[in-house]
């Protein structure tokens, strides 16, 4: 009553039936962790291009504005400056001097300098400049020449990273994959096995109404009829559970595909016969281990993260290498000093080379460069670690789908033998050579071989799964999250 109640508030999905691809399409839309992979290749993208950049000439503009307090004077206070006379005698210039009118020689002052007989008064203000307000500015356009090989690496890092967030990406998306399939064949488990207590039940309810009228006759006891209603209410606990069951693992599905808890779907393998197993793929007893670590993303991912650790080594290299750019820009300012001192806008253009060639560190960049060459070797140890493991995986899983077809193929035989077992069971009872006890433990055994051959059949198909996830041939629906 509980399940029907549940069940009864879900929201229906449609008249449409829902396939597996359909599911699997829908979480992988709605699933945060793809959302925030697709996020991650694009800012891989967009990292890539802005490292490209950098091989390209930088425009950038610099301008500023400054109140000073005082104003700028060349001089402390007026100044007097000595004058000279040119001599034609001499052919030359002289200074003008006060000289002794008895001598003729030049007259010296306290201080030991000579006494100039005529100045030239250049006044303080005169070399005084209004600096109140300055306005200045620069045009500079930086283009790299040498860098070492730092521009290079830093693009294939980016490139690497990119691609790097596309196959973590696809991993992820296999990994929802699988958590779809899980919950779906739940749901198609739960499902098969609701339809069987229903069936067990009304075996049961069948065998209860028989023998309440034989216990009418006379020719079954009370005690007979006493053990049939215990299995049957047993029965029917172990169909609510069942009903209980098939509502939360239908809520599980929902929530993996995106969709709220309570939407009801219908799903296209609900009712689906023990034939869709021969859709899948059956288990080989080799694989071309270099065909597999090609084809799985996540082994993709940590061979791009040893390239992109060999690419960090270079930029370590590139500080131990000189740099070399050519840089020209315009500059100007009010005031200005091109023509004097002048109160507008003026500037010019200059061009000029930097280099920088690093000299002594201490060996700190040295160390810095083996640091990151040891961090490379560790990539490529964890690398060759997860191949191993792969390899791993790759044997059990397919150890195990074999495993799941030969179970099946065994539980077919059983549910075969269980059925005649039942028939025979009910045949004899009808003629009175078997008791009740016979009829079910003919039931409990044609209830086990059932319900032993669901799960057998629900495990094919995940094995399977399983199985293409660790070769890496799962097939993901191919969709842009851009649209």
Not at 92 to 106: R, S
């Amino acid at each position: 009553m509980a399940a029907v109640m549940l069940f009864g508030g879900m929201t229906a999905f449609g008249g449409d039936v829902v396939s597996l691809d359909s599911c699997r399409n829908m979480a992988l839309r709605s699933n945060k962790r793809m959302l925030i992979g697709n996020e991650s290749v694009k800012q891989a993208h967009y990292q890539n291009r802005e490292a490209f950049a950098a091989y390209l000439p930088a425009l950038d503009f610099t301008g500023g504005y400054m109140y000073n307090q005082k104003n700028l004077s060349v001089f402390s206070k007026d100044q007097l400056l000595p004058t000279k006379t040119f001599n034609l005698e001499k052919q030359d210039y002289e200074f003008n001097l006060v000289k002794n009118p008895m001598t003729g020689e030049p007259i010296k002052g306290p201080d030991g300098q000579y006494i100039p007989e005529t100045v030239a008064l250049i006044p303080k203000d005169a070399m005084t400049f209004n600096i109140h307000n300055v306005f200045f500015g620069a045009v500079t356009l930086t283009q790299p020449v040498f860098m070492g090989g730092k521009i290079v690496a830093m693009n294939k890092i980016t490139k690497f990273a990119e691609n790097l967030a596309k196959e973590m990406r696809s991993n992820e998306a296999e990994n929802i994959v699988y958590a779809v399939d899980a919950a779906y064949w739940q749901v198609v488990s739960l499902k098969a096995k609701k339809k069987l207590c229903d069936s067990y039940v009304n075996l049961l309810d069948t065998l209860h109404s028989n023998v309440n009228a034989m216990v009418e006759q006379g020719v079954a006891t009370r005690s007979d009829l006493l053990t049939v209603e215990v299995k049957l209410n047993q029965a029917q606990v172990d169909q609510t559970k069942v009903d209980n069951g098939l509502v939360l693992s239908r809520m599980a599905l929902a929530q993996v595909c995106g969709l709220p808890v309570d939407t009801q779907m219908q799903l296209e393998d609900e009712d689906c016969s023990m034939e869709s197993i021969k859709s899948t793929t059956p288990p080989a007893n080799d694989y071309d281990m270099e065909d597999v670590f090609a084809r799985r993303p996540d082994l993709r991912a940590l061979a791009l993260g040893v390239k992109i650790y060999e690419q960090k080594a270079n930029v370590e290299r590139a500080s131990m290498m000189p740099n070399l750019a050519v840089i020209g820009s315009y500059s100007f300012s009010n005031p200005n000093m091109f023509n004097g001192f002048s109160r507008k806008f003026d500037g010019g253009f200059n061009v000029g080379a930097m280099l920088t060639v690093p000299l002594w560190h201490w060996g700190g960049n040295y160390n810095k460069y083996r640091a990151a060459k040891a961090q490379t070797k560790i990539a490529q140890l964890e690398l060759e670690d997860a191949r191993e493991m792969v390899h791993l995986q790759v044997s059990q899983s397919a150890f195990k789908a074999q495993e799941a077809i030969k179970t099946f193929n065994m539980t077919e035989t059983n549910l075969s033998k269980a059925n005649e077992n039942l028939r025979q069971a009910n045949l004899g009872f009808r003629e009175g050579v078997m008791t009740v006890d016979n009829v079910m433990e003919a039931q409990t055994a044609w209830l086990k071989a059932n319900s032993e051959n669901i799960d057998a059949m629900i495990d094919v198909h995940l094995c399977d799964v399983y199985l293409s996830k660790a070769l890496g041939t799962l097939v993901t629906p191919d969709f842009n999250s851009e649209k």
